[in-house]
């Protein structure tokens, strides 16, 4: 099964659950599609030696001697990746979806496309049970969804697969949770982890997948936030996470607390097998 854990903002715990989970299974991949920001490694702690994969997209370049500025690349990108500046065409490869359109519009054949590295690709070599990859997006760049593209070319289609998406309900997360059996959405019981929980709900109704709730430093002064909500739209709330000063300092010190709390892996092993019956 492929299971994409995500969260409608940030901080709600997301990275705690992905971790927590795929360190409960056996025979389990985990990605973290998080480019922009990747840290499950600092719980994971792996090996991820001198060796990387480079993430390439192909940018437009201008021939100078050929262009005469017609304005007919420019007029067709979509993302405004081309301006005209002192009648001359400027690239502005940070925001360049590398569609390759502007190559084909051209009249003259004045545009190419040149390679240009925009994040990478790591994975642990150290010889253990989890398969941990990781994506990350090079500084500066504005498009993160290649990278999750290529870090999911790297799935393993004989493991289970956890993915840790980017936070949020936008391409990056999409991206992520496009080819998921089920999904898991990470809350906090505020009206912000509501209100975000909310638009990642909508979003994942637009893509026909299966979810549930895990409502992370759960309080049961205020877990009826979350959970009117859930009885309301007849979602599965799949597990409650404590306000635990324990929990919180294991988080601190980069410590997954299923290794010290065990007990919690038996936890994870039964959303596993609730996950398991719904997807199939």
């Not at 990747?38 to 262009?67: H, T």
């Not at 956890?162 to 959405?185: F, K, M």
């Not at 019981?189 to 929980?197: A, C, I, V, Y």
Request: charged residues 30%; aromatic residues 8%; negative net charge.
């Amino acid at each position: 099964m492929k299971i994409t854990v995500l969260s409608g903002k940030g901080g709600t715990g997301k990275t705690t659950i992905a971790t927590n989970l795929a360190l409960s299974l056996s025979n389990v991949q985990l990605l973290d599609a998080d480019v922009e920001e990747p840290d499950s490694y600092l719980f994971i702690k792996p090996d991820f030696a001198d060796e990387y994969q480079a993430v390439n997209r192909y940018v437009p370049q201008i021939d100078y001697d050929k262009c005469n500025s017609c304005r007919k690349c420019v007029d067709f990108c979509q993302y405004n990746a081309l301006a005209i500046i002192l009648d001359k065409v400027m690239v502005f490869p940070e925001i360049c979806h590398s569609c390759g359109g502007c190559k084909i519009v051209c009249p003259r054949d004045a545009i190419s496309e040149e390679k240009r590295e925009i994040g990478n690709i790591k994975w642990d070599h150290s010889d253990r049970e989890l398969d941990f990859w990781q994506g990350e997006l090079n500084i500066g760049e504005e498009t993160a969804v290649p990278v999750i593209e290529e870090l999911k070319g790297f799935m393993d289609e004989e493991k289970d697969v956890i993915i840790d998406a980017q936070p949020g309900t936008t391409c990056p997360t999409v991206e992520a949770a496009l080819d998921s059996d089920y999904c898991i959405l990470v809350t906090e019981p505020t009206p912000f982890g509501l209100n975000d929980l909310q638009m990642a709900v909508d979003m994942l109704k637009e893509l026909k997948k299966p979810y549930g709730v895990i409502i992370n430093r759960s309080e049961e002064d205020y877990d009826y936030l979350i959970e009117d909500y859930c009885r309301k739209e007849g979602i599965k709330i799949l597990l409650k996470i404590p306000y635990d000063r324990q929990i919180a300092e294991l988080y601190s010190e980069g410590i997954p607390f299923v290794q010290e709390l065990p007990e919690w892996k038996e936890e994870f092993s039964k959303i596993y097998q609730h996950i398991k019956g719904v997807v199939k």
